[in-house]
């Protein structure tokens, strides 16, 4: 079993000023150590979940900044791996995002879903459509590679390696929700989330 794990970042800024908050961003950095699979972050802005397009102000005391799966901030993934293949997919979050990593400053609550399309479709748009979501609660998901195989993964075809491996692409959508913003303190507010996908069939 090979394991390929992407690493997200997650970096809110905190301006505040008269109980008011500026500016906040979360963003991806993502990492691989397969040959077998490759990611990558698509959409307007790389590798962002973009909380501050709902609501570029914040304020104190204020209720929670939702992005749903079908809003134009969610952040999309594309994971490719060989077709045969099953992956299990593997979500890490915290609970809040903390005053400079330290949750006895402060925290903010924060927390994320994840939807999947294994369907061989052509790009994340008509994907989208199709997704199917993780339950609200569960961290991880097993899916084939690609929906159409039936039946247990097959050993892999020695004759079939690296780019001569049919592959598909798995749309990865992953959305939440940050708040509700009680009376928090100027800051970096920050959080580390891991994504981890098991390839099983792999050499």
Do not use: C, H
Not at 160 to 172: F, Q
């Amino acid at each position: 079993m090979k394991g390929l794990r992407i690493i997200l970042i997650f970096f809110v800024l905190l301006l505040i000023g008269n109980s008011t908050v500026f500016g906040q961003r979360i963003n991806f950095s993502t990492w691989t150590g397969s040959e077998e699979v490759t990611i990558r972050s698509i959409g307007s802005v790389v590798s962002s979940l973009r909380f501050n397009e709902k609501q570029r102000v914040l304020l104190a005391n204020t209720p929670a900044i939702t992005i749903a799966k079908n809003d134009s901030q969610v952040a999309i993934f594309e994971i490719i791996a060989p077709s045969e293949f099953d992956i299990t997919i593997e979500l890490q979050s915290p609970s809040f995002l903390a005053l400079d990593g330290d949750p006895s400053k402060g925290t903010i609550p924060f927390s994320l879903q994840m939807s999947y399309s294994n369907q061989g479709l052509l790009n994340e748009i008509s994907a989208l459509g199709s997704s199917l979501d993780v339950p609200l609660g569960f961290t991880s998901v097993t899916l084939p590679v690609n929906e159409i195989r039936t039946g247990i993964p097959l050993p892999p075809n020695p004759e079939l390696t690296g780019a001569n491996r049919p592959k598909s692409t798995v749309y990865l959508f992953v959305y939440g929700t940050l708040g509700p913003i009680g009376q928090v303190s100027a800051g970096d507010y920050l959080g580390e989330v891991l994504i981890n996908v098991y390839v099983a069939g792999g050499d």
